[in-house]
């Protein structure tokens, strides 16, 4: 049973109710030492120094929150290069042992900056933007409008124009009605622009099982039906290619049966598509999972690469097809675990129920703003003290927000140092993908910067806001008004 200590007890305060339910979840372990760092969660730099203090990218956590504040992320550059490169090279020996060709698309929904974007471009990846904002970061940190894809189920006439008129790599159609968009831009800029049909093929893969369906309600990608009509009118179209098949079929994957079975599903239409025309590639989308706890496992991405590449290849033999380039696109597992957050612990709160159960609440000095995923996904994050190793038995801690939203969660279960007490500084790992890019301004909360850190080293790579900044867009301020 897990016992939580607060730091000034009650007399009795550290002998559990003989009737008390725990409320850790089944999953959580109560840890043997409540600082240890869980290699998979943390960035490979992650250490302690020898005065407890984590350091990321040899910047030690005080030091960097003396320079910079809190709350702030800070993005390991070598960790965010390093899978890149993995995913490059696991990719290519994959294709390469198939005598085919991959290519790799990083996900900019994860976290996009032209810091990031040049990294990753560095290590040979692609990247894939899904709005006018992520196309311009991209353009402006010099990527190669060829080597970006633009997919989305709403590009506007506007991401449609600017994205032929760069060059753009290809657009990923989501709807029929944008196939006569981007043609009728193609010709009237006189390009012939490569594009994929995004389909829905059933497939919904979440963490460790997958789930697969005849037909899904959602709104991204065609059915078989749709696609095939959409493929013949993008073939008689002037202006278009048609290159290809789209689908993605979900988020924090772990195995290989999902990827499996959706390759196996959408080799069906790419099979019939033949009959019309030659198809070079097939684009099986994201979705790579990592760890965001202990006791997550995700499979490693050489093998990962290997068995997904083989699966489709055994799919296309299967069929007597030839097998095309493939292409793939990773967001979280690329930039997930290089992101760690650095929040000030404001107060802690003991929280007893009456069953005898009891929890500490830990508020920092961010919340839901500068991270959604608990109270969007109820995802799950994992916590430790940064700025010195605590003592006293591990506590049963959720760490909260400081917005006005009892939902304002950040890690919901985790056992921290009992002593945790305010003016502590709090690292939440895995926070470098779907954080910052889902950041909000709620309760006019300015969000925090973004701290790129290698070698001892460390820089600004987003500009946090300021309170002027907040008050800059409002209209009603003497100073603002008149403008739009
Ligand atoms: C089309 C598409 N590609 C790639 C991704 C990236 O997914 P992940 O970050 O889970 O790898 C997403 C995310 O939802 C997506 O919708």
Known sequence: MARSCPRIPPDDWCVVHPSAVSLAPEWL???????????????????????????IGDMSATE?????????????????????????????AAAAAHETTARVYYAGKAFLSTAVARWVTEEGLNVDVCTRGELEVALAAGVEPANIGFHGNNKSVDE????????????IVDSAIEIERIA????????????????????????????????????????????????????????????????????QIFGVAGFRESASRVLELHEKLLAGGDIPLLNLGGGFGIAYTSVDDPTPIEQLAAEIVTAVAEGCAARG?????????????????????????????????DSG???????????????????????????????????GGPAL?????KHCESGDIVVDHEYLPADIAPGDLLAVPATGAYCA????????VPRPPVVAVSGGHSRVIVRGESIDDLLARDAGISANEGAR
């Open 29 to 55: 372990i109560a840890p043997e030492d409540p600082n240890a760092l869980a290699p998979s969660v943390w960035p490979a730099s992650a250490r302690r120094d020898r005065d407890g203090v984590l350091a």
């Open 64 to 92: 960097l929150v003396r320079s910079y504040g809190t709350p702030l992320l800070v993005l390991d550059e070598e960790e965010v290069r390093a899978r890149a490169r993995a995913f490059h090279d696991s990719f290519a």
């Open 160 to 171: 449609i124009e600017r994205a032929v008129q760069v060059g753009i790599g290809s657009i």
């Open 184 to 251: 009728a831009v193609a010709v009237r800029t006189g390009a012939v622009q490569r594009v994929l049909v995004r389909v829905n093929n059933g497939v919904h893969a979440e963490t460790h099982d997958f789930l697969a369906t005849a037909h899904e309600d959602q709104k991204f990608g065609m059915t078989f039906a749709d696609a095939e009509v959409a493929v013949a009118r993008i073939r008689e179209l002037p202006g278009l290619e048609f290159v290809g098949l789209h689908c993605h079929i979900g988020s």
């Open 321 to 353: 097809i030839a097998l095309p380039s493939l292409a793939f696109e990773p967001g979280r597992a690329i930039v997930g675990t290089a992101g760690v957050t650095l929040y000030e612990v404001g107060t802690t709160k003991e929280v007893r129920l």
């Open 357 to 391: 159960a009891s929890r500490l609440y830990v508020s920092v000095d961010g919340g839901m703003s500068d991270n959604a995923r608990t109270a969007l996904y109820g995802a799950q994050f994992s916590a430790r003290l940064a700025s010195r190793i605590g003592s």
């Open 397 to 401: 801690a959720r760490v909260v927000g």
């Open 437 to 444: 890019s889902l950041s909000s301004n709620y309760n006019h």
